[in-house]
């Protein structure tokens, strides 16, 4: 007898436990339902306002913020930014710290192979490099060089969406975006953490302003920006401009009434605006053109090789 009502109260006992632990558990499950819910919603419409409102995943809220004070239209930039193809590119944005103009091999570019190719381009452009010649009184030959380095005469446009890079850069100004960039650098090709975090700052404010040209040169072309690919620096079409040269100095080479840098006679035409505009005329010195055509990338080996090209395709 005395076993049997020792048996009744353990199982009474474990019975009550269980209740106790069911009763505990129910508020945390009725709190847990909902926010699993509310995460799967979000995952299931990463773009949508939803989980945009509520700051999940995008890293660009601060800079849409900026853009609207800035006086862009609040309902255009973040339907822009609501695009698929617009996102936080760390793997794009690290190359600035880890390239190296000297490691470049500009002398492929003057090969007899190369020459070749640049040959024929001024034979099958002639008709409107002889009419960026007469316009702009710059040298065609100057011009096809500027493009054979550039893009490889346009077979060579770059992949990289120009937004997500400058949208990238221009983000930086953020410590926890900017630590996002350092991590994404090798760890054989990181610089020094100082010298990153120096140029990081300096590079956003750049980021930024070539990104506010980059929507304002799209909409005056009626271009989606996040159409426009380019390098990983942001430059775009045949002749590589950044977006505040081609919104500035970009020209309409074919009369269409459109300027589009991926066009090559609106490319041709720009090239020669832009040297002219920097001051390149017939007959200035050797030193002069070199002063000028380094505007367009601060490298002495690229320039020079620019001149070498010229000298070959004139004979």
């Given at each position: 007898m005395q076993k049997k009502i020792s048996y009744k109260k353990?199982?009474?006992?474990?019975?009550?436990?269980?209740?106790?632990?069911?009763?505990?558990?129910?508020?945390?499950?009725?709190?847990?339902?909902?926010?699993?819910?509310?995460?799967?919603?979000?995952?299931?419409?990463?773009?949508?306002?939803?989980?945009?409102?509520?700051?999940?995943?995008?890293?660009?809220?601060?800079?849409?913020?900026?853009?609207?004070?800035?006086?862009?239209?609040?309902?255009?930039?973040?339907?822009?930014?609501?695009?698929?193809?617009?996102?936080?590119?760390?793997?794009?944005?690290?190359?600035?710290?880890?390239?190296?103009?000297?490691?470049?091999?500009?002398?492929?570019?003057?090969?007899?192979?190369?020459?070749?190719?640049?040959?024929?381009?001024?034979?099958?452009?002639?008709?409107?490099?002889?009419?960026?010649?007469?316009?702009?009184?710059?040298?065609?030959?100057?011009?096809?060089?500027?493009?054979?380095?550039?893009?490889?005469?346009?077979?060579?446009?770059?992949?990289?969406?120009?937004?997500?890079?400058?949208?990238?850069?221009?983000?930086?100004?953020?410590?926890?975006?900017?630590e996002k960039i350092w991590n994404s650098i090798p760890d054989e090709k990181k610089p020094a953490k100082e010298a990153f975090i120096k140029k990081a700052q300096d590079k956003t404010n750049w980021g930024y302003n070539e990104l506010k040209a980059l929507l304002q040169y799209a909409e005056k072309e009626g271009v989606a920006p996040e159409s426009i690919k380019g390098s990983y620096a942001g430059a775009l079409g045949v002749s590589q401009f950044m977006p505040s040269n081609a919104l500035r100095l970009a020209k309409d080479g074919n009369n269409d009434g459109k300027i589009d840098l991926f066009n090559h006679a609106d490319a041709i035409f720009s090239v020669a605006n832009y040297l002219k505009y920097h001051g390149w005329q017939s007959g200035i010195t050797r030193q002069r053109q070199h002063e000028i055509l380094f505007l367009y990338n601060h490298s002495n080996y690229y320039v020079d090789t620019l001149l070498k090209i010229s000298d070959k395709l004139k004979g």
């Amino acid at each position: 007898m005395q076993k049997k009502i020792s048996y009744k109260k353990k199982t009474i006992t474990k019975r009550e436990q269980t209740v106790s632990m069911t009763i505990k558990i129910q508020p945390f499950r009725s709190k847990l339902i909902p926010f699993l819910l509310f995460f799967l919603i979000c995952l299931a419409l990463p773009g949508s306002l939803f989980c945009e409102e509520a700051g999940i995943g995008n890293e660009f809220d601060k800079l849409i913020q900026k853009l609207v004070d800035d006086g862009f239209d609040r309902e255009k930039i973040e339907q822009i930014f609501r695009s698929k193809e617009i996102s936080f590119t760390p793997e794009t944005v690290s190359l600035f710290f880890i390239h190296s103009e000297s490691s470049l091999d500009y002398d492929q570019f003057t090969s007899p192979k190369a020459i070749e190719s640049a040959l024929k381009y001024l034979d099958d452009n002639k008709d409107i490099l002889d009419k960026a010649e007469e316009t702009f009184s710059v040298d065609k030959t100057v011009i096809t060089a500027i493009l054979l380095v550039e893009t490889r005469l346009g077979s060579y446009l770059g992949t990289k969406t120009v937004i997500n890079t400058l949208s990238t850069m221009a983000a930086l100004s953020d410590e926890t975006l900017r630590e996002k960039i350092w991590n994404s650098i090798p760890d054989e090709k990181k610089p020094a953490k100082e010298a990153f975090i120096k140029k990081a700052q300096d590079k956003t404010n750049w980021g930024y302003n070539e990104l506010k040209a980059l929507l304002q040169y799209a909409e005056k072309e009626g271009v989606a920006p996040e159409s426009i690919k380019g390098s990983y620096a942001g430059a775009l079409g045949v002749s590589q401009f950044m977006p505040s040269n081609a919104l500035r100095l970009a020209k309409d080479g074919n009369n269409d009434g459109k300027i589009d840098l991926f066009n090559h006679a609106d490319a041709i035409f720009s090239v020669a605006n832009y040297l002219k505009y920097h001051g390149w005329q017939s007959g200035i010195t050797r030193q002069r053109q070199h002063e000028i055509l380094f505007l367009y990338n601060h490298s002495n080996y690229y320039v020079d090789t620019l001149l070498k090209i010229s000298d070959k395709l004139k004979g």
